[in-house]
């Protein structure tokens, strides 16, 4: 039975490398350059692209990476659509909004390894205003941008929590949590690891801040994935692969140190507060890398029935115009070994 399933297995992803023109991989050429986009500013999480650029792991796989900033995953997904850049992070829904509203287009991202296990998106509130669980939203006025992933993955939320109507404010990033500590808003969504750092920026203690995370109530969204051009893939199959096992082996340094990576985000950034972006990254790596559901799914990974529900649930709150089709935005074909996948230290 068992070797009937892998030989399924790898008839599947044979298929899968053949829809991709990879039938027949070439070598990695020296120094292939690979121009990569995060989904944000380099802060903590980002020391799991930068640390293995900065320790060399990208350099010795044959590869000449070059990291920037980004400004969201809609822009990081679109900039690799357009083959601005390579391949880029981004949030697995706003890759799949974009595959569901550009049928047409060609040349859609893909996306290739599993990073944010679980959805970062949570509601905030502060404790005087009474509100404790997610009943207590019904009725409240919510705050965020227009293209925050809580905001658009709302609906969600909602369903699985059995909730009524709210009123949302619109506003630019910079003004999400000052407008909740001056009480323009009842309730704002964002990342919990940015949110909640935000929020103590701007003189709430974390104790006086209520957190409701989408994942602990009901909403199983996959967050950040790698993503990638499949005219790019199809070109430099190897390349890829050298990339995800070179993250992956950097991955497995921050998860052992995550304070020492944090040096390699001050080295592409000298301005940030190191101890404040040593916070945000053990959050986000307890709350969305090294997570129960990673653990249980394996790191990089994903499980397609999840997947799929993700991709109904993706099309219905965010009204796409055709339905999101997981198999065209998932491809596991790039993954390294399970030895080299193997870099979650134990709980």
């Avoid at 899968?16 to 121009?35: C, E």
């Avoid at 357009?82 to 060609?106: C, I, K, Q, R």
């Avoid at 669980?133 to 609906?155: E, H, Y």
Wanted: glycine content about 8%.
């Amino acid at each position: 039975m068992k070797s009937t399933r892998r030989a399924l297995l790898s008839t599947a992803l044979s298929a899968t490398a053949l829809t991709l023109g990879i039938a027949s991989p070439t070598l990695v050429r020296a120094d292939t350059p690979i121009k990569f986009q995060l989904d944000w500013r380099f802060e903590g999480p980002s020391a799991l692209f930068l640390q293995p650029a900065a320790k060399g792991y990208f350099k010795q796989a044959g590869l000449d990476v070059t990291i920037d900033a980004g400004n969201g995953s809609g822009g990081t997904v679109t900039r690799v659509a357009s083959g601005t850049y390579d391949m880029g992070f981004a949030d697995l829904a706003a890759l799949m909004e974009f595959h569901a509203n550009n049928p047409d287009v060609p040349n859609k991202p893909v996306a290739i390894m599993m990073v944010y296990n679980n959805t970062p998106a949570a509601a905030f509130a502060l404790k005087k205003s009474g509100i404790k669980t997610p009943a207590d939203l019904v009725g409240k006025k919510l705050g965020a941008p227009v293209f925050d992933s809580g905001r658009k993955s709302w609906p969600i939320f909602a369903k699985a929590n059995k909730l009524g109507a709210v009123t949302w404010i619109s506003m630019d990033p910079p003004l999400r949590e000052t407008m909740l500590v001056r009480g323009d808003v009842d309730v704002i969504t964002g990342f919990t690891f940015t949110s909640l750092l935000n929020l103590e920026a701007r003189g709430a203690k974390a104790e006086d801040v209520v957190v409701l995370p989408y994942a602990q109530y009901g909403v199983k969204l996959y967050g950040n994935v790698i993503i990638a051009s499949p005219k790019f893939l199809k070109e430099n199959p190897e390349a890829a692969k050298a990339f995800l096992k070179a993250f992956a082996k950097g991955a497995k340094d921050v998860l052992a140190n995550p304070d020492a990576s944090i040096d390699s985000v001050k080295a592409r950034d000298g301005i940030i507060n190191v101890k404040l972006e040593q916070r945000r990254l053990k959050m986000a790596l307890d709350q969305v890398v090294n997570s129960p559901d990673a653990r249980a799914e394996g790191f990089g990974q994903v499980k397609l029935p999840r997947l799929s529900l993700m991709a109904s649930q993706v099309g219905d709150a965010f009204a796409t115009k055709t339905r999101v089709n997981p198999e065209a935005v998932w491809t596991p074909a790039y993954l390294p070994s399970a030895a080299d996948l193997n870099v979650l230290p134990k709980k």
